[in-house]
């Protein structure tokens, strides 16, 4: 059995990866969507106060970029939280599931995510930086979108409004990539 170790840094930003179960893409949908967005609303409203940096949702995973607040380091409860929440409404909406080992059924857990996320603690500016690059570029990389503006369900969007990203960047131009305009935050 791996021992399953975790950074935990109060106050600390955090790069997440949450992967649906042997990623069915359940997530390409409106009711999901909507679902995934109920359950953050509900997280944030119960726990303390953080902020989300930076998201990106695709078919069958997301990313984010979490902030929590000074003195905090509760992320794994709330990750919890959000995955329940969210899989009690898709169950209750004849979501599907993948089918159960007989491990999950004993430890009444369903077949929507998969069991664990995984978590990078985010260590100075260049590295959130990096990992916000990584999110934004996520479409493209999985071939859904040539440009990340194309992509609607992205904080990407927010980000170029903000003026921190051009609003072609990591846009693919004739089979070429664009980065020439890097992240502002960057410099």
């Not at 600390?12 to 609303?41: C, H, K, M, Q």
């Not at 996320?117 to 990389?141: A, C, G, Q, S, W």
Request: glycine content about 6%.
């Amino acid at each position: 059995m791996s021992h399953f170790r975790r950074c935990y840094i109060p106050g600390g930003s955090y790069f997440f990866t949450a992967v649906t179960e042997r990623r069915a893409p359940i997530l390409a949908n409106d009711l999901a969507r909507d679902l995934l967005r109920a359950a953050f609303r509900d997280c944030l409203q119960r726990w303390t106060t953080f902020h989300v940096d930076a998201m990106v949702m695709l078919p069958d995973h997301l990313h984010a970029i979490w902030t929590l607040p000074p003195g905090d380091d509760q992320y794994s409860k709330r990750w919890g939280a959000i995955k329940k929440h969210f899989t009690q409404s898709w169950m209750a909406h004849d979501g599907p599931e993948k089918p159960r080992s007989d491990s999950r059924i004993r430890y009444r857990r369903r077949g929507v995510w998969q069991r664990r996320f995984m978590e990078h603690t985010l260590r100075d500016d260049r590295d959130y930086v990096r990992h916000l690059d990584y999110i934004h570029y996520n479409p493209v990389k999985h071939g859904v979108v040539q440009c990340p503006l194309d992509w609607p369900y992205s904080t990407f969007h927010r980000w170029v409004k903000s003026g921190a990203y051009n609003p072609y960047w990591g846009c693919v131009k004739g089979g070429l990539l664009d980065f020439s305009d890097l992240v502002k935050t960057a410099n």
